[in-house]
């Protein structure tokens, strides 16, 4: 008998059903798992995703504790568990409030905000300019081409070039 028959024919066929229907907290930890699935991208998508997982490996330790008393059960559903709270986590820290001083908050909201860009993904393009402000008076150079290094991000915020 090769392997795909014995999967398909060669396993025992369950001659008696079990009449009653699992607990409510099985059924519970199928709903959150089932809201999990539903979730969106993005940071915040994320978190909805890991925070329902969690629930449902959660309701499902409990589950596999209390009622069907099945410890590989309980331990695949508690280290499934341990990874979504360490995802939460890390999204949150990721999601945690950014702010700027007032010219990078102008320059976002009139530029950057208008176009979709997250506040941590602008976070890391303000990064690469340093984040320093630099006023020119009229007629002062700010480059000079050929001996100014370009080696980071600059915007004109108002004013000409």
């Not at 329902?52 to 508690?78: E, G, P």
Request: glycine share 6%.
């Amino acid at each position: 008998m090769s392997f795909w028959e014995s999967l398909v024919t060669g396993h025992p066929v369950c001659t008696s059903w079990k009449q009653e229907a699992e607990g409510s907290i099985y059924h519970l930890a199928s709903i959150f798992f089932v809201l999990g699935c539903m979730g969106g991208s993005g940071f915040s998508g994320l978190l909805y995703v890991y925070i329902f997982f969690a629930l449902s490996f959660l309701c499902t330790c409990i589950w596999a504790w209390l009622d069907v008393c099945a410890a590989d059960v309980f331990s695949w559903n508690f280290i499934l568990l341990v990874i979504c709270i360490v995802q939460i986590i890390h999204l949150a820290y990721q999601l945690r409030s950014v702010t700027f001083d007032k010219e990078f908050q102008d320059v976002y909201t009139s530029v950057f905000q208008p176009l979709g860009i997250s506040l941590t993904v602008f976070r890391k393009i303000i990064s690469y300019c340093n984040a320093e402000v630099i006023t020119l008076e009229r007629d002062h150079c700010y480059a000079i081409q050929g001996k100014t290094p370009i080696d980071k991000l600059s915007l004109l915020v108002s004013g000409r070039l």
